[in-house]
């Protein structure tokens, strides 16, 4: 008889640059059984219950201080680490990943507590705290970027990249745009991650008709947060919350204007896309600004502070590039030296190399 396939839980919740990474990664493992770990009423909820097993627990982030507040986290902590325990254990799981954020705490307590193998992916340059604290209790935290190492030395870590979904790594891609946008035309593309960005989204509307004036259409996408969306009318406009097919987007775009999440950092690299980074200012701990650094380092971006932003320096900055076409392609060039395309395989070969030595011993 053959052998039973491994089964492995993924806890990644919250955010677009956590889930999508774990579900490209999922998706190179067909032969392994896969369920999931998340938050009721998170992104997860939407993108996971059609391909894999969803089970939720309810935790949260702790605040700063102590409150009333903050022993109801605790206890939800404490809680939610005995019910990962009951899944891992009626699962018969063999090992856990995870992409970080506040699951990961009671996720890689429990996995830990049962003697089972962990695989951590952590995307940012700066590892978050949770990457920091629980990272010596991981079999090994596979890296985004190299810059990361650095902040981990008590880890076995290694670099694989951020994987990326599918869509991104056709190069075909961005041939078939279903947007009315002509061929030729330099296009901007701004967006803020899956969250949005208010903040940036209202000084581009300042920004925009210097733009059109020079020829420049403009795909706005502006979250679903965003009160002033649909402030803006104009025919080399087009604004809407999301837009699917981000990868034929990007590939046409001759300029990003993006916060600097790893997500959104990867797939431009990925793309090859030339962006001007402004990073978002309450990221914990700063985060986006380190990851910024390295695109601004490598030559493939530039960034700006939010509180050094005003609408004509951002007005000049994109005209400045639109005019300098060699420029851009430099950019782009440089975006894609920094690009991990195969990031999904090494990670996870990577998965498999842990499990199956546990499996084993």
Known sequence: MANPPLKL???????????????????????????????????????VPSQYPLNTISV??????????????????????????????????????????????????????????IIFHESNALPGKVTRFFGPWCSVVAIGFDAA????????????????RPQFLDESCGQSLSLPIPDGVPLIVVFGGSQGAVAVNKLVRECAPAWFAAGA??????????????????????????????????????????????GSLTELAVCGTPAILIPYPFAAEDHQSFN?????????ALSFQQSELTTAFLQQQVLDLLQSPGELTKMGEKAKAIATPDSADKLATLVREVLVNYSIS
């Open 9 to 47: 839980l993924i806890a990644a919740s919250g955010t677009g640059g956590h889930l999508f990474p774990a579900i490209a990664l999922a998706n190179k493992l067909p032969e392994y059984e896969i369920e999931w770990l998340g938050v009721p009423d998170r992104l997860e909820t939407q993108l």
């Open 60 to 117: 949260e982030g702790f605040q700063q201080g102590l409150s009333l507040s903050s022993a109801r986290t605790m206890f939800k902590l404490i809680s939610s680490i005995f019910q990962v325990r009951q899944i891992l254990k009626a699962g018969n799981f063999q090992g856990l990943f995870t992409t970080g954020g506040y699951i990961a705490g009671p996720a890689v307590i429990a996995a830990r507590s049962l003697g089972l193998p």
């Open 149 to 164: 190492a650095k902040y981990l030395p008590k880890c076995k870590n290694i670099c694989v990249g951020t994987p990326v």
């Open 217 to 262: 259409y403009v795909v706005h996408l502006t979250g679903d947060r965003d009160p002033g969306a649909d402030s803006l009318q104009h025919p080399q406009y087009i604004s809407m919350p999301f837009y699917d097919d981000m990868a034929a987007l990007l590939r046409r775009a001759n300029l990003a204007i993006s916060r600097s999440g790893a």
């Open 292 to 300: 910024s650094a390295v695109f601004t380092e490598a030559g493939a």
